[in-house]
């Protein structure tokens, strides 16, 4: 059977997408669907981690979610965030989104470019400072170590989760291909549909992490990317399934 179904185990793109252009050219259906979720930590859980917010006279901000999760934490447990506390951000656009928050032009706010270690001169400039890092509890530890290896001091604690969404009205989970993008994907998967059996499905997956849990979970990984052919998700399911339902008209 030829490969018409597709499920992307991502929020559907709001503008015009790769993904959109792949199944108009190979008349596909294609389905976008989060198999994961982000939810803020509890007050409760927080207090667990034997951390005080006013402990810490600036704050590393690697992600949108991570600034909105610190700011509920402190709104939860009524805390009030200094003036004088200084905000270090992996980039301008974090950095601006800090307006929904507080008042930019009073607060002592610095950011990166693109890559993390472009924001390690400007903390190394203020190393005196005691640095609290908010994050996932499912993370890289890229960042952690890009720190310690400018043997800067901080603190990392936990402010939100990746948990498994709710897929329990997919009941027509008849999908050729599904598509993951994280090994959290992969948990979710078999939350969600406990029995789940592969057969003939075609399981696509993007990062080392990824393929790793694929395999870890006895699934057999057909589509991998990034490649130095297709560095795209799309541009490795265009080449598989190109291939894939050429072989079948073959054998027809």
């Not at 015009?16 to 008349?27: C, F, Q, R, T, V």
């Not at 849990?213 to 589509?223: F, H, K, M, Q, T």
Request: proline share 5%; with cysteine.
């Amino acid at each position: 059977m030829r490969i018409r179904k597709i499920l992307v185990s991502q929020p559907e793109p709001k503008d015009k997408s790769p993904y959109h252009e792949l199944a108009k050219k190979n008349n596909l259906q294609i389905d976008f669907r989060p198999f994961i979720q982000v939810e803020g930590v509890s007050g409760k859980d927080f207090r667990q981690q034997k951390i005080t917010l006013l402990d810490f006279s600036a704050v590393i901000f690697t992600s949108r979610k991570a600034v909105d999760h610190y700011f509920r934490i402190a709104k939860e447990l009524r805390i009030s965030i200094p003036d004088e506390m200084k905000y270090f951000c992996i980039n301008e656009a974090t950095a601006y989104y800090l307006q929904k928050y507080i008042t930019f032009r009073k607060r002592k706010i610095f950011h990166g470019n693109v890559k993390f270690e472009d924001l390690i001169p400007l903390i190394q400039k203020h190393k005196s400072e005691k640095f609290l890092l908010p994050q996932s509890d499912v993370h890289k530890d890229e960042v952690g170590n890009i720190l310690e290896k400018s043997k800067v001091s901080f603190t990392p604690v936990t402010m939100f989760r990746t948990v498994s969404s709710d897929l329990t009205d997919l009941t027509d989970f008849n999908y050729d291909v599904l598509v993951f993008f994280s090994p959290s994907g992969i948990k979710s998967l078999f939350h969600n549909f406990p029995g789940f059996d592969q057969r003939e499905t075609k399981i696509a997956s993007f990062g080392a992490a990824t393929a790793t849990a694929v395999n870890e979970a006895g699934l057999r990984l057909d589509i991998q990317a990034p490649s130095p052919e297709n560095p795209s998700m799309a541009m490795a399911l265009e080449a598989y399934i190109s291939r894939f339902n050429k072989e079948v008209i073959k054998k027809k």
